[in-house]
């Protein structure tokens, strides 16, 4: 099986956010970056379906040179290549979606797996943008995948708990979530393989944004809350509170 | 008409969902403040009087081929409309619906996405979104080319009262059962009547603080249940009690779960990760209940007790039911 993950490099969760000199962007100073924290429950089912179908898992990314260092952990969990397509801008995720479904095109490709959305922009929209262009099925928000005779049966997550179940033919584009698995680490063997990989970057001609930032504020500061308490016997006054200041009772 | 908003309204058993009627009004709205008029889109066998929710127009898209959900089936009903209608603006619910295919309809009208927006105005004539990134510790201003495709967070957005006829139209169905990529085969149903986190207007969320449901914690969660029972709420979770296996994935709120604004987060033995701050630090009003009162949780809290949760999760709701009267 040909297998692509398209990954992302993106902020640590536990980085603070503010906006940069350009107001538009988020200032770098002092951000850690990782694989986006759902990619990695891609790139587990890439190399599971490696393990059960054979086959090799090939990432495909867009973002700044610093990023082969997430491509390389991923190789180093055990996919087998890695392209990065170089551009420092942040994209939107129509601009992402072209220049990933460009090279994807290029690539043999039975599965394109992608974690749900990013950490970061969030938009929930690139992996089913990809699909768009390039003509295939998806199923987002994936929690069960399987490979049987060229189809794939994904469980995903509907609304109120719900699993809506699908069988689509392959090639097609999966998107996943946490609870379709549980992540590998990388072990001593994959991180010598990813130092010997080479990763090829190439320019990533993105067009432009499908939607624009115009611009990029903090969020709101939240007016001083209080402690109404200590103990069960404080929620006289938290009741009393919600009720007659907050008005949400 | 190029001033109208496009809105499609999520049914569900056969009546619109509240998220949906709330994108409709957000929609009516924006129209307003553009210069034309709300047309709602609904799929399916389903109407109801959506001229009395802010639609001036309903179109409704039926028969065989929309039978069941298909990502690739409803985002080209909906993009063939966007086209029909020349709308300024598309917009549907950020559901798990309505995320799932607006982004493949926006890509299929050669337009980007502005996802789970919390604001939607006009600028100039032109849509504007306002969406919250990085879980919220951002806000993005963006605006399109073209028309604005975006999916609207639910709670967010105000319903309206109109008093519009907006009858019935019918549209046509350009394809057929056959042509569809991907449709639901089967519906998996969860737990009956549970109330989705990212959805409830009020949502009652654990931590580490109410220690091993399969151990000595196990009273704890049975009285965060009645609580959120109590209250009509949805039951969240931090991350570190979805990772122990305490809580199943989709309860988890924050970063790498989801993000939540709801009217009213009672946050239970929770100290307050910033991932998961940025996860529900948009909610209305914030109660925090933690033994530690250095906990980061009661610097975003607008109530704070400093108690166990053994003691005071109890107590609450007992105050509440005698409060709320049932």
Redesign the interface.
């Known amino acids: 099986m040909d297998i692509i993950v398209c990954i992302r490099r993106a902020p640590t969760t536990d980085a603070r956010i503010k906006p940069g000199a350009d107001g538009k962007t988020y200032d770098p100073a002092g951000v850690n970056f990782d694989i986006s924290e759902y990619d990695k429950f891609a790139i587990e089912a890439g190399i599971a379906l490696k393990e059960k179908h054979s086959g090799q898992v090939t990432i495909v990314s867009v973002g700044p040179s610093a990023a082969t260092k997430e491509l390389r952990t991923a190789i180093a969990m055990g996919c087998d290549a890695a392209h990065l397509l170089v551009s420092d801008a942040q994209h939107d995720s129509y601009a992402l979606a072209q220049v990933l479904a460009g090279k994807i095109k290029e690539l043999p490709h039975d599965i394109v797996l992608f974690g749900w959305a990013s950490v970061d922009g969030q938009s929930a929209s690139t992996g089913q943008m990809v699909a768009e262009m390039l003509g295939l099925p998806s199923v987002s928000v994936a929690v069960a995948l399987e490979v049987v005779d060229g189809k794939a049966s994904v469980d995903r997550v509907a609304a109120h708990g719900n699993r809506e179940r699908y069988e689509i033919n392959l090639p097609a584009v999966v998107t996943c979530t946490k609870g379709l698995n549980k992540p590998r680490s990388a072990n001593m063997k994959g991180i010598m393989a990813a130092k010997k990989t080479a990763v090829p970057e190439t320019p990533a001609n993105a067009p432009a944004d499908g939607v624009a930032v115009v611009k990029m504020d903090p969020p709101p500061p939240r007016a001083e809350g209080k402690i109404v308490g200590k103990g069960a016997e404080a929620v006289g006054a938290l009741v009393k509170a919600l009720r007659e200041e907050a008005k949400v009772i | 008409m190029p001033n109208d908003v496009l809105v499609f309204v999520e049914f ?1 058993d056969g009546s619109p ?1 509240k998220a949906g009627l709330q994108a409709l009004g957000a929609g009516s709205k924006l129209a307003t403040e553009l210069g034309g008029q709300a047309i709602a889109l609904v799929i399916g066998s389903a109407t109801a009087e959506l001229g009395k929710h802010g639609a001036s127009r309903m179109l409704v898209a039926g028969g065989d081929a929309v039978a069941s ?1 298909s ?2 089936g409803f ?1 080209r009903i909906v993009s063939e409309q966007a086209a029909a209608t020349g709308a300024a603006a598309v917009l549907a619910s950020a ?3 309505g ?6 309809a ?3 009208s050669k ?6 927006c919390t604001e939607l105005k006009s600028e100039g004539g032109k849509p ?2 306002v969406r ?14 073209g028309p ?2 975006a999916t609207l967070r639910p709670n967010v957005f105000a319903e309206v009262s109109s008093d519009n006829a907006a009858a019935a139209e019918t549209v046509a169905v350009s394809f057929g059962p056959g042509d569809l ?11 009956k009547g ?3 986190v990212a ?1 409830a207007e ?1 949502v009652v969320s654990g931590g580490r603080g109410l220690k091993d449901p399969a151990g000595e914690g196990k009273q704890n969660w049975e009285n965060l249940e009645k609580l959120a029972e109590q ?1 009509g709420a949805a039951t969240g979770a931090s991350r570190a009690v ?1 990772d122990a296996g305490w809580r ?3 309860e ?1 709120v ?4 989801k ?1 939540v604004s709801p ?2 987060y009672v946050a239970c033995g929770i100290s307050g ?3 998961h701050l ?1 996860g529900m ?2 909610s ?4 925090a209940i933690n033994k530690d ?1 250095n906990a980061p949780i ?11 949760v053994e ?2 999760v109890p ?2 709701t ?3 039911k005698e ?2 009267g049932s």
């Not at chain 2, 990529?181 to 737990?191: M, N, R």
């Open positions: 569900a969902t959900y990502p690739d985002a559901t798990p619906m995320k799932d295919f607006m982004a493949r926006a890509a299929m337009c980007g996405l502005a996802a789970d504007r979104a919250p990134v990085y879980a919220g510790k951002a806000l993005q201003t963006v605006e399109a080319p604005l495709w990529k991907a449709v639901v085969k089967e519906i998996l149903a969860g737990v549970k109330l989705d959805e009020i209250l979805v199943p994935h989709g988890q924050g970063q790498t779960g993000t009217k009213l990760a910033i991932q940025a630090s948009g209305k009003v914030i109660v009162e009661f610097k975003v809290a607008d109530f704070g007790i400093v108690g166990m003691d005071v107590a609450l007992a105050a509440l409060a709320m």
